[in-house]
Structure formats: C-alpha cells, structure tokens
C-alpha cells in the first residue's frame, strides 16, 4: 500500500500551459496541411513558415513537427506526403499512378533512347561539356536534345569550362529531382544496380518470349485437336 502510495504521489501531472501548446501545435499541423494542399509547387519548412502572418509565425521545428505528425497520418493512405527536392508535396502513391493516369487523355511525353542516354550523363558526370557527352556517347549530341532538357528545366548551365571557347557546364536542376520523385544526386540508383535492372529486364523479356512461344504452340495444339474431332465427328478418317 506504501509502494501504491508513492506511485500516485510522483505521478507527473500535466500543467495547463503544456496542454495548450500541443493544441496549438494541432492548429499548426492542420494549417500546415492546407498550406500543402493548396500549394502548386513544392514547399520547404521556411516558406510554409513565411505564409503565417509575421506575429504569429511558429519556430521551424513545430512545422517539422507537424510535417512529420501528417506524414505519419497518411502512411497507409493513397495519397502521401513526399519531400522531394523543392520540398513536401501531396502527390498519389506511385504504386496507383498508372489508375489514376487514366483520367488523363494527354499521354506522357516519349523520350528517344539519346535524350535519356544524355541526360544520364550529365547526371551522374555533372558538371560536364557537350564535348565530355559526346566523347561518352561516342556520337555528336544534337542541339534539340540540349534544348529540350533546357525547356524541361531538367538542366542547366551552372559554370564555364576554362577552355577555349568556355563552353557551357551542364548540371541537373531541382526540377529533375522533383520529375524523378526523389530529394538529392544520392538517391540515384548506383550504376551497378542499373546494370542488375537492365540484367532482370533481359531475363523478364527472355521469359515473356518463351512464354509467348509456348502459348503459341499450345494454341496450334489445341487448333489441331479440334480440327481431329471435328473430322471423327463427321466420320472423316484423321489419317494424310
């Protein structure tokens, strides 16, 4: 009864002021969300921060707070809370990307195998020249390539080679993270586990063609079959 006694005695109690924080912080994370919401763009910490009048302005760690808080809520949503390189955006699940995509008539853009072979290259060799692209490529680069990836905002000029001419220096900007859903140059696959990707595609359309192969075989079969019983039913004789 001793022990009982003492537990109840040193039992924290809340004080009021905490619990009005944390209601605080609840009107923070549902403001936080519906700044997200609304937003057409990626936003970081700061510039949520910046859309609360000045006075009113909570400190950068409740809005991380908050930020984790929703995160944790859509977990097991369709939708989620993706930070990426302009910063967190809502955006559906990309496991259900392809349903949704059908709500769409317009058609994902097709690239050639050289524009995504260039752009590659300079995002696992930047800061590199068209001259560095060409001589890895093997082939002259054409300048609708390099103009496309501008217009896409996938590139862009971040220095001059000290060279004669000071060709351009291309680098990747922060809008080819956010198109390719990921945060930083590190969250690239390496080139060893592109080359285990292109091996398992190799082996998946290997598969797929064996497979296809054999339903066709399977298929003349079951043709073949059906051409004897319907010959046995009319009392033909199966026989050449």
Same mark, same amino acid.
């Given at each position: 009864?001793?022990?009982? =006694?003492?537990?109840?005695?040193?039992?924290?109690?809340?004080?009021?002021?905490?619990?009005?924080?944390?209601? @605080?912080?609840?009107?923070?994370?549902?403001?936080?969300?519906?700044? +997200?919401?609304?937003?057409?763009?990626?936003?970081?910490?700061?510039?949520?921060?910046?859309?609360? &009048?000045?006075?009113?302005?909570?400190?950068?760690?409740?809005?991380?707070?908050?930020?984790?808080?929703? =995160?944790?809520?859509?977990?097991? %949503?369709?939708? #989620? /809370?993706?930070?990426?390189?302009?910063?967190?955006?809502?955006?559906? *699940?990309?496991?259900?990307? *392809?349903?949704?995509? *059908?709500?769409?008539?317009?058609?994902?853009? %097709?690239?050639? %195998?050289?524009? /995504?072979?260039?752009?590659?290259?300079?995002?696992? *060799?930047?800061?590199?020249?068209?001259?560095? +692209?060409?001589?890895?490529?093997? @082939?002259? @680069?054409?300048?609708?390539?390099?103009?496309?990836? /501008?217009? %896409?905002?996938? +590139?862009?000029?971040?220095?001059?080679? #000290?060279? &004669?001419?000071?060709?351009?220096?291309?680098?990747?900007?922060?809008?080819?993270? !956010?198109?390719?859903?990921? =945060?930083?140059?590190?969250?690239? &696959?390496?080139?060893?586990?592109?080359?285990?990707?292109?091996?398992?595609?190799?082996?998946?359309?290997?598969?797929?063609?064996?497979?296809? #192969?054999?339903? =066709?075989? !399977?298929?003349?079969?079951?043709?073949?079959?059906?051409?004897?019983? +319907?010959?046995?039913?009319?009392?033909?004789?199966?026989? @050449?």
């Amino acid at each position: 009864m001793e022990e009982l =006694t003492q537990l109840v005695e040193v039992e924290p109690v809340v004080p009021d002021p905490v619990i009005e924080l944390l209601d @605080v912080n609840m009107e923070i994370k549902r403001i936080v969300e519906a700044i +997200i919401f609304a937003a057409n763009r990626p936003m970081t910490v700061k510039q949520i921060q910046q859309v609360f &009048p000045e006075i009113e302005q909570p400190e950068l760690i409740e809005i991380l707070g908050a930020i984790e808080s929703i =995160t944790e809520d859509y977990r097991d %949503r369709p939708i #989620e /809370l993706k930070h990426v390189a302009s910063g967190y955006r809502f955006q559906v *699940r990309q496991e259900l990307s *392809r349903w949704v995509s *059908r709500l769409f008539e317009e058609k994902p853009p %097709r690239y050639s %195998r050289a524009l /995504l072979e260039t752009l590659a290259i300079i995002a696992y *060799r930047q800061p590199v020249t068209r001259g560095d +692209i060409e001589d890895i490529r093997g @082939v002259s @680069v054409s300048s609708s390539i390099i103009q496309t990836l /501008l217009e %896409r905002d996938w +590139i862009k000029v971040v220095a001059h080679k #000290e060279a &004669p001419g000071r060709p351009g220096l291309y680098g990747t900007t922060k809008q080819f993270l !956010d198109y390719f859903n990921i =945060t930083n140059l590190n969250d690239l &696959p390496t080139l060893q586990e592109i080359q285990d990707l292109d091996l398992s595609l190799d082996n998946a359309q290997h598969i797929l063609q064996e497979e296809s #192969e054999k339903q =066709t075989t !399977d298929e003349q079969d079951e043709f073949a079959q059906t051409y004897t019983n +319907i010959r046995e039913e009319l009392g033909e004789t199966t026989a @050449v």
